[in-house]
Each structure stands twice: as structure tokens, then as C-alpha cells.
């Protein structure tokens, strides 16, 4: 219990040292708080706080029988949050060596192999001179995030050198997006929330890559197979971590830069790269028992103390539950951690000296594991040509990750067929519920009323979740008794950006109560770090770890609106609408697919289907430093330009496509109507958008189907008018 307080005093003292700080006249410029520190954002404090809390029922196991027990459904889970359940098919690798540099004591080969059927993976092999014992052991090396330099990186370089010196074959090759497999389609931003629809992850591909890597280690007459070992920092120490992890045939590893505690991170680290957004993993484990599942093959963890991106005080507290783990496996040997003083994020020399002796007492039993001291090295400059693999024609070619997602996206939705509305219901259902206990009090308040022009302005708000308020502005004619009809607006820019459409006006001049709310994560529930960031990324990842998506939990905040709505006399629950603009679009269709109280929902600049959030930033061909400006923006904004429309990653719901597509969803409100206007992929869609076609031609259907036309106030207002007799239900659907 002791600890438990300890940990959510410390979340509260930062969140409220941040929200102190916000309140001074200069709040929008502040510059001094990292991105970890959240003033204002109400809805990102509730989402760690529920994250951290959810986390603290994962401990070290009891006894050895226990972790036996428990460990392959920690094994099972990461598989499938990674998308890796089942394995790809091994595929030829079509290997070829490219060239060859000689150095004197190793020498240098630039090869390209295929992880996937043309996916080309780009590969420095370096191999220790003839004479001394063959086969040798190996050493895989994924990198970090070396954007353009790639496995060409001076500590890429140094850190591979240095272990050709030590007798090793090392193997290198360039991450997904970067190297020279930076190119657009390839960042781990856009491609990894392009493949989230899939039920697979920019790091279940990275993590095949590396496999792929294994297996042709594995083919080299020179290497011993029985003896490879692997090392990254960083996304490559990620990398490094679930390999080992899921593939036995890593005897060892050596991970830098990425030891941390789920629980501490996600309060104090951040979202960091997407291939850390791994779909609902807190729901299955902590960080602990991904690295347990090495065990009892050995491990060394290194930490810098200075680590900005993944804190030492978490780094510590997790080394410490892996090695009682180990310790309860009668592996106690096997395990160390290296808290590296002074040190950043990086794999300085420090660092290396320690991987070059762990992984020499491992693979070799040469030294007792302790630090071997790198000698001078020659470096390569840095994206010469000695280490590029240009000449292979495969490489001009190679496919981008977005493409193929698409690609697997418009075949997944092909063979989708007529979706069951039980089954769409019931994915929907799951997507929506609260995450913990039923939802309790409303709670709703009224803070001000003013009128204005015959009309009558009410701010309001309501309880959500525990810890999670709705503010809403009600607008209705004054002096109206009621029970007034009711349209409740969700707009993504929140209830400020359409109070400046005429609509809203129209709409209560017309006799309707107008009640536009900021869903969580809109509006003045969002919170803003400085005039150009907001935290929308950060939640966005909260979420995706947790496995509560953001579209589900804003369908649930506009059922509790329906709820509130309830709770007014002056309000009718016989007439009440839904209306969703930009990527609030979304949640409005699925909050009017499982709540019947609703009678029709009409949406603008929203997407027909999920395959349409899978796009390519956009970037002047060859341009990689603005390659690199965009991969950085997209982790700022949580949003990219996609050319002709931004997507945002908070529309993308993991696994999606396994269950429905976004007609789909429509066609589960039948008969009750919808108004679907101005498809913000409406250019884009292609064969996807049959399925709304078809959806919209169904006898039964409400569904007025027009993507190319402009939402129109006057339209929306007789669309309003001409309401069919369809039966309203005064319930709302149980859950299955």
C-alpha cells in the first residue's frame, strides 16, 4: 500500500506542479516543462492516472511454479499485441552480397535480404579475418533511431567494429524508416498506426525483421547458431528486448536504453515513438515480464542515469522485479543491470565497453562479463557508399509499409462479406463500455446562463467516468417550455469551433436545443503544453497502451451525454439527434449503433472507410531532412497532412478491420437515419466505398449517402424536418 501512495502522490504532484504553473499570465509561452508534465489536460490526467492504477495489479512472481504458470500467457499476449500471432510465413530470403570492404582485422559487406516477399531489408555484415575458431558466434544488431544515417551511424559503426574485434560476426541493418529505408510510407508514425487496423504493430515488423535477420545468420557457414547474441539501444534495444523474448534462438542479450517500468513511464517518460504504442499491453503485463521471458538465457540491461526518455527511477525499480524473477528461476548469473553514471540516451563508449565484455563471457567464456576496453577504430563516414547497398535495383523499388497495409486493408474489407449486426454490436459494445465499474452520478452542473437575441446560453457539464467531466454550452429558444428536440454536436475542434458555424444559431431558431460537448481530448479538456503543441499525441498513445481507443471512450461520453439529456425536463428524449464533424464523425456513428434512444446522427468531413486513415505524409520526393521534419511533427501533433486531408492517429482503432469496416458500422443503425455528407476521403476511398454504397442501397435503410456534397445547414435542417416514422426506443442496447 505504501508504495501505491507513494506513486500516485508523485503523479499528482507533478500533474499539479504543471497545472500551477499554467495559471500565470504567460502560461501560453512557457517553455520551461517538458511534454511529460500536463497542465490543464484533464482528460490525459484521468488517462495515466487510470493507465498507472490498472498497471499496479502486475507483481513479481511468488515462486518459480508461479512465473511456469503465468508465463505463457505473458508469451501469448505480447505476440498478440504485437501482431505476431500467428508468425508470418518464412518466405525466401533472396539474399545477395553486394560488396565487399576489406579493414585488416574484419572486413565489411554490404548485403540486402527480403524479411517479406519484396520488402528488402539493407545489411552491413561485418566479419572478423580467416584463421581462429570457425563457426563463430554471431552478434545481431537492430539500430535505434538514426533517421537518416541508419546502420551508416558513427556508434552503429563503433559499437559493430568493436565486436568484429572481439572475434564476433556482427550483423547490422537499417530499421524500418530509416537508413536507406527512409522513405515515405516508411516512418514509424504514419506506418504504425497504418498497420494498428490490421491487428498488427510498426514494432511486430520490426521485431520480423529482426528474426528474418536470425535466419540468415543462421545461414552463414561461419556462424555457429548455437552461440548469437543480440544488441541495440533505444528502439533497437526494444527491438533487441522482444526478440530475445519470443526468439530462443537468441542465447543473449544486451539491451541499452530500454529498461523501464510501465507504471513509472507512462507518468513521466511519454509517448515516445509509436513502435512503443502496442495495443492494451498494460491490460497484460508489466515491463518486467517481457524481459523474464528471456530467463534463464541470460540478459544485461544498461540505463544512462541521465535518460530523459525512459527515467532511471523506473529503470531501477524494473531491473529490480527481472532480477528476482531470474533469481526464483535459479538463474541469478544469467542477469545484470548497469545503472551507467552521467550517461544519456545513447550507446556511448560506455556502454559498448560493458557490451563487448557481457557478450564475450556469454557466447565465448572469455573474462568474467566486465568491461573490455574499445580500442581506436577507423570509422566510415557516414552514408558513403562503402556501407550503402544503392546498387541493388530492389532498393529504388522497395514498398513502403503504408502501401502494404492498404493493400492488406482493401482485401481484408473485401472478404469482410455482410457483416452480422449482432457481431458489429458487439465489437462495438467492447469499444465503448466503460473500462472499469458501470458508470454511476451524472453529476451535472450548471455554471452560467446568459441570453442574448431571444435565445438562452447555458454552460454545462456532466461526469463522464470517474475523474473525466463533460463541459457542454446548451442553446435553445428562449421561453420555450419544452421538451424541446435535442441535436448534441461533437466537433473535433470542440464546442468553440461550431458555435462559430451559423448552423448553430439555425438550428435553435428552428425550435431545436442545441448541445455541443467537448468529448475527452477536445476543447478545454485537451490542454495545450505552448501555443504550438497540445497533448493530443500523448493521449492518443495512453490509450492505445491501455486498449481503450479514443474513439470508443468519445462514444461513451456522447451515451452519457444521451444520459444527461435525460435528466432535463425542458429536453425531449423522444427526439434526439447525434451530429459528429471531422473526426468526432466517427463516434458519433458508433454511439447512434448501440444506443436506439437515438434517432438519427448526421456527420461531415469523417471517413468511409478505415483503410482511408492509412496515408503517406507528405514530402517532396528524395527531401529526407523534411522527411525527418514530418516524422517529428506527427510525434508533436498526433496528426499529419496526408495531402488533401490530415489524419489524425486518434480516429485509429487497433484490430478494427478484423471486425468491421466504417459501413459497417452505419449499417448497424438501420432503419434509423443518417445523413453522411462531405467524405473527408471522399477522392480517396476507391473500391472501399462500395461497401457504403451498398449500405446506403439497403431496402430498410435510412442512410442518405452523399460523400461529394457539401454539408449545408438549410439541408441538415429539412433533413431534420422530414423524419421517417421509425420506432425510437426509450432504451439504450445492453451489452451482450
Not at 240 to 257: E, F, N, P, Y
Not at 481 to 491: D, W
Not at 522 to 533: A, P, V, Y
Not at 570 to 586: E, N, P, Q
Request: net charge neutral; aromatic share 8%.
Amino acid at each position: 500500500m505504501a508504495t501505491t501512495v507513494h506513486r500516485f502522490c508523485g503523479l499528482l504532484c507533478w500533474l499539479t506542479a504543471g497545472a500551477l504553473s499554467a495559471q500565470g499570465p504567460a502560461a501560453g509561452d512557457r517553455s520551461f516543462f517538458p511534454p511529460s508534465i500536463v497542465p490543464g489536460a484533464t482528460a490525459l490526467v484521468k488517462s495515466i492516472g487510470d493507465a498507472a492504477e490498472s498497471l499496479l495489479r502486475w507483481h513479481t512472481p511468488a515462486n518459480a511454479a508461479s512465473w511456469e504458470q503465468r508465463r505463457p500467457r505473458v508469451e501469448k499476449a505480447l505476440l498478440t499485441t504485437l501482431g505476431l500471432d500467428p508468425l508470418p510465413e518464412r518466405t525466401p530470403l533472396n539474399p545477395r552480397l553486394l560488396a565487399r570492404t576489406d579493414r585488416g582485422e574484419f572486413s565489411v559487406e554490404t548485403v540486402v535480404f527480403e524479411s517479406r516477399p519484396a520488402f528488402p531489408i539493407t545489411a552491413n555484415l561485418y566479419r572478423p579475418r580467416s584463421g581462429g575458431q570457425t563457426p563463430r558466434p554471431a552478434v545481431l544488431v537492430p539500430i535505434g533511431h538514426y533517421l537518416e544515417e541508419g546502420k551508416t551511424a558513427s556508434e552503429v559503426q563503433a559499437l559493430c567494429m568493436g565486436l568484429a574485434g572481439q572475434g564476433f560476426v556482427v550483423l547490422t541493418y537499417d530499421a524500418i524508416g530509416q537508413g536507406e529505408r527512409m522513405i515515405p510510407g516508411n516512418v514509424h508514425h504514419e506506418a504504425g498506426y497504418a498497420l494498428l487496423p490490421l491487428g498488427q504493430t510498426i514494432a511486430g515488423w520490426m521485431v520480423w525483421d529482426s528474426m528474418r535477420a536470425l535466419d540468415y545468420l543462421e545461414s552463414l557457414p561461419d556462424v555457429d547458431s548455437s552461440r548469437i547474441g543480440i544488441t541495440g539501444n533505444s528502439g533497437g534495444g526494444l527491438n533487441s528486448l522482444l526478440t530475445a523474448a519470443l526468439d530462443r534462438r537468441v542465447r543473449t542479450a544486451a539491451v541499452a536504453g530500454f529498461t523501464l517500468e510501465f507504471n513509472h513511464w507512462i507518468k513521466y517518460g511519454g509517448a515516445h515513438c509509436a513502435c512503443t504504442h502496442l495495443p492494451g499491453i498494460f491490460r497484460s503485463m508489466e515491463w518486467f515480464e517481457i524481459a523474464s521471458l528471456i530467463a534463464p538465457r541470460s540478459l544485461l540491461l544498461m540505463q544512462g542515469e541521465q535518460d530523459e526518455i525512459f527515467p532511471i527511477a523506473g529503470a531501477r525499480r524494473a531491473a529490480s522485479h527481472t532480477r528476482a524473477t531470474f533469481e526464483l528461476l535459479g538463474a541469478a548469473a544469467n542477469f545484470r543491470f548497469d545503472e551507467i553514471a552521467g550517461e544519456p540516451h545513447a550507446y556511448s563508449r560506455p556502454f559498448r565497453e560493458r557490451a563487448y565484455g557481457w557478450l564475450a563471457a556469454q557466447l565465448v567464456r572469455r573474462g568474467d562479463g566486465t568491461a573490455i576496453e574499445e580500442p581506436p577504430l577507423r570509422l566510415f563516414p557516414e552514408q558513403q557508399p562503402p556501407l550503402l547497398c544503392a546498387s541493388d535495383p530492389r532498393i529504388a523499388h522497395q514498398r513502403a509499409v503504408v502501401d502494404v497495409a492498404r493493400e492488406a486493408a482493401a482485401k481484408r474489407i473485401a472478404a469482410l462479406g455482410p457483416a452480422p449486426a449482432a457481431g458489429v454490436g458487439a465489437w462495438l459494445h467492447g469499444l465503448i463500455g466503460p473500462g472499469g465499474d458501470p458508470p454511476g452520478f451524472l453529476a451535472p452542473r450548471s455554471t452560467s446562463v446568459s441570453r442574448a437575441d431571444g435565445m438562452l446560453l447555458e454552460e454545462i457539464g456532466f461526469l463522464s467516468e470517474d475523474g473525466e467531466y463533460v463541459p457542454g454550452t446548451l442553446r435553445k429558444p428562449d421561453g420555450e417550455r419544452g421538451p424541446l428536440p435535442v441535436v448534441i454536436v461533437a466537433h473535433q475542434g470542440g464546442r468553440v469551433a461550431f458555435w462559430e458555424e451559423p448552423i448553430s444559431k439555425q438550428l435553435a431558431a428552428a425550435g431545436w436545443a442545441v448541445l455541443a460537448v467537448d468529448l475527452r481530448g477536445r476543447g478545454e479538456t485537451l490542454g495545450r503544453f505552448n501555443r504550438d503543441r497540445d497533448f493530443n499525441y500523448r493521449l492518443i498513445s495512453s490509450q492505445i497502451l491501455s486498449g481503450r481507443p479514443l474513439p470508443g471512450l468519445r462514444a461513451f461520453d456522447l451515451l452519457r451525454t444521451v444520459d444527461y439529456v435525460a435528466t432535463r425536463p425542458d429536453l425531449s428524449m423522444k427526439r434526439i439527434v447525434l451530429a459528429g464533424f471531422g473526426d468526432d464523425a466517427l463516434p458519433a456513428l458508433m454511439a447512434a449503433a448501440v444506443d436506439k434512444r437515438v434517432e438519427g446522427v448526421a456527420v461531415a468531413d469523417g471517413f468511409q472507410s478505415f483503410v482511408s486513415q492509412m496515408r503517406t505524409m507528405q514530402v517532396p520526393a528524395g527531401n529526407r531532412r523534411e522527411l525527418r521534419r514530418v516524422w517529428n511533427s506527427a510525434q508533436i501533433r498526433g496528426r499529419f497532412d496526408a495531402g488533401g486531408y490530415e489524419v489524425d492517429f486518434g480516429s485509429v482503432i487497433p484490430s478494427a478491420l478484423a471486425n468491421a469496416d466504417i459501413a459497417d458500422i452505419v449499417a448497424t443503425i438501420a432503419p434509423r437515419r443518417v445523413l453522411f455528407r462531405q467524405a473527408r476521403d471522399a477522392g480517396d476511398a476507391g473500391d472501399t466505398a462500395e461497401r457504403m454504397r451498398r449500405a446506403a442501397r439497403s431496402p430498410d435503410s435510412g442512410f442518405d449517402f452523399r460523400p461529394a456534397l457539401r454539408f449545408d445547414a438549410a439541408e441538415f435542417l429539412k433533413w431534420l424536418r422530414d423524419r421517417k416514422d421509425t420506432a425510437i426506443s426509450a432504451t439504450r442496447n445492453t451489452r451482450p
